[in-house]
């Protein structure tokens, strides 16, 4: 009976650990499913088009440009390798300014005649239209071929308007460089407070004291990210603004406090148990040699934890590049490349959370936060190899 | 015990009678939540369930028949109404309320109008500094929403006719962080819905003609002398007009309009 019992239960524990372990390789083969579509989506806008006049020389725009074209910074086709002509920008919802809506029929069925003979009469015209209305290509009118958006795009480009017309862009340089460089800030700040706790708590602290701290740490863990977020907002933007006299508070700086503060108990916990565990008889070995206390700290328990002291600051580091909702609100969400801490940015897990929501379904935005998501899994991926490798090196011998 | 008994009834109430499904905007969800309670009270059988998602979300819905009426913070498109007219069906509009965009500054800083154009120059990034427009040397921090508000869209299309906002520009996740932001930063500036202005931030006037500069107030919106004005629409099927009907009917009668007073948005009575 108490054998049957036992295989009953071994047998529930292995379904589970399979379950999780099934559950976790779903999720990434689902991240992945999601983000293989980028990279064989057109440049321009899914199911629109971008039409000359068959006259015009240009054979092809980047992203960038048809961007500054549509936002009137190029001018003249002479910019883009065309006629010295002034470009005359056309959107769908311009038709009406160019005739009248009786002339587009009933049904809209006259729309391609219509758009030909505006193209025509306008040989420097770009027009962005739905595929659906193109007209003839046999009229003097020419679709754009742009292409498909490429790697060099995507890893390399600087811009970040996911809901640009008619070409997004998702040049994603300024994410990722956001991330690493508030979660490095984050993890500098975070290291030698959490290394003192660590060690005040392990070694100084009376029995006392310790059962006092411990639990006031470990508390800080179990805040809502959002209300750190919004003490960051409230209390560390505005004095960052006095501090450095910045015209504006939401920097990288602001982001990398808080996030130190959130990394901070995982740091300390992990740290102080590494320190812990070193045994007595290292500790009573120095002492009995002679060694003070302080000594037998700095040269005897600090050496023999140190891979443990190493893998709490990378789980720390892998706390603060996942983090989001925090971030989100302090950090001002501008997407460009830092270069000071002083300085917005915007990180790969808040334009996620920002974004998501409303990207439609299965669209190229949404494949392209799926690809955000990737690179994210790719990071803490390392991170987390970091940890095991470091954790799993044997104590340094000593002497 | 009780919390269970109400949750059941509600699960109940919600597979009973014939539901009126409402999706899209949420900008307008709530706004018609307000409506479908208080049309509850008014109808007892009446059965109204509304949920969010986004205009684009509401009117594809309406499309494939999985909800009766469309919320939308933006008019339909040609080829959204082109696809609901291929599937036979004919497309009613309703403009059930409106809501006003104010351009928001620091309470300290002296400009107090600006035309459209120095807006849309300002957002895209051409003016960089205060004392270009009017006000102290201070450079201008640039307030906006995320890119997947339609708040953001509106402002896009209205101020800057479709042009891109700069990439410099600091996104925030709601309005509640615009306003926080702009209050405590001398040289900021940004856009919020007229229900949400505090005294904590100053509102601006604007201007579309140079001429005369217009304050966003309740009475300019809604006699339409204010410029930065959106429609909130509900979009149905000619199909389903006798069943949505009487829940329309409501919101816009005198009872609803007063709801949509309530919520912050400018009614159409």
């Known amino acids: ?399 | 015990m009780k919390k269970v008994i109400l949750l059941a009834l509600a699960a109940v109430m919600t597979f009973g009678a014939s539901a009126q499904k409402l999706k899209g905007s949420d900008t307008v969800l709530p706004l018609a939540q307000k409506e479908a309670e208080s049309y509850s009270v008014v109808n007892k059988s009446s059965n109204v369930s509304v949920t969010g998602g986004g205009s684009g979300v509401g009117i594809s819905a309406l499309m494939d028949g999985s909800t009766d009426i469309a919320m939308a913070s933006r008019k339909i498109k040609l080829d959204e109404k082109m696809k609901l007219q291929e599937s036979g069906n004919t497309v009613i509009e309703k403009v059930i309320a409106k809501d006003a965009l104010a351009v928001i500054v620091n309470p300290n800083n002296k400009v107090s109008q600006l035309t459209r154009e120095q807006l849309e120059q300002i957002f895209t990034g051409k003016i960089t500094n205060w004392k270009e427009v009017g006000g102290a040397d201070l450079k201008i921090v640039v307030y906006s929403r995320e890119t997947s508000s339609g708040t953001y869209e509106f402002f896009k299309e209205s101020i800057l006719k479709n042009k891109n906002y700069m990439a410099s520009v600091l996104s925030m996740p709601a309005t509640g962080a615009i306003i926080q932001s702009v209050g405590q930063t001398p040289g900021a500036i940004g856009y919020v819905g007229l229900a949400y202005l505090t005294p904590s931030v100053k509102a601006l006037k604007v201007s579309y003609d140079g001429k005369t500069y217009i304050e966003p107030s309740f009475a300019n919106s809604k006699n339409g002398t204010y410029p930065v004005v959106r429609p909130l629409f509900f979009y149905y099927t000619k199909k389903n007009e006798a069943k949505v009907k009487p829940f329309i009917d409501y919101v816009m009668s005198k009872d609803g309009q007063k709801i949509v007073g309530e919520v912050g948005y400018i009614d159409v009575l």
């Open chain 1, 1 to 399: 009976m108490k054998k049957f019992f036992e295989t009953v239960v071994e047998k529930i524990l292995m379904v589970s650990g399979t379950i999780t372990s099934l559950t976790i390789i779903l999720i990434i083969v689902f991240l992945f499913s999601q983000a293989t579509g980028l990279f064989n989506s057109s440049v321009v806008e899914e199911n629109h088009s971008l039409v000359v006049n068959s006259q015009n020389r240009v054979q092809t725009l980047t992203p960038m440009q048809i961007k500054d074209i549509f936002d009137q910074e190029i001018t003249s086709w002479i910019e883009v390798g065309g006629e010295d002509e002034d470009i005359i920008v056309f959107r769908f919802s311009d038709i009406t300014s160019y005739v009248s809506e009786e002339e587009l029929g009933d049904e809209f069925q006259f729309i391609p005649q219509v758009m030909s003979k505006i193209i025509n009469e306008n040989p420097a015209i770009i027009a962005f239209l739905p595929d659906q209305y193109l007209p003839n290509p046999t009229d003097g009118t020419r679709v754009m071929d742009c292409g498909d958006i490429t790697l060099g795009d995507f890893f390399g480009g600087e811009e970040w308007f996911p809901t640009a017309q008619p070409a997004p862009l998702f040049g994603v340089l300024p994410l990722i460089l956001g991330t690493l460089w508030v979660s490095l800030a984050a993890i500098l700040f975070a290291l030698p407070f959490g290394l003192a706790g660590a060690i005040f708590l392990s070694e100084l602290a009376s029995s006392r004291v310790r059962s006092l701290l411990k639990p006031i740490i470990e508390l800080l863990a179990g805040i809502p990210s959002v209300v750190y977020g919004f003490f960051g907002l409230v209390v560390i933007v505005p004095l960052l603004q006095d501090w450095f006299n910045l015209a504006v508070g939401e920097t990288a700086l602001a982001g990398a406090i808080i996030l130190a503060i959130m990394a901070l108990p995982t740091i300390i916990t992990v740290a102080e148990d590494a320190i812990r565990s070193v045994p007595r008889t290292i500790r009573e070995a120095s002492l009995a040699l002679g060694a003070s206390k302080f000594q037998t700290i700095v040269k005897v328990v600090i050496p023999y934890a140190v891979s443990g002291i190493m893998a709490a600051v990378v789980l720390g580091i892998g706390r603060a590049i996942g983090e989001t909702m925090a971030v989100l609100m302090v950090t001002g969400n501008a997407a460009v490349i830092p270069t000071t801490l002083l300085e917005p940015v915007r990180t790969i897990p808040a334009t996620i959370a920002a974004e998501l929501g409303e990207a439609p379904t299965g669209g190229v935005h949404y494949e392209a936060l799926f690809m955000l998501g990737v690179i994210l899994f790719v990071i803490t991926l390392v991170i987390s190899i970091t940890v095991e490798i470091i954790a799993s090196k044997r104590p340094k011998q000593i002497m």
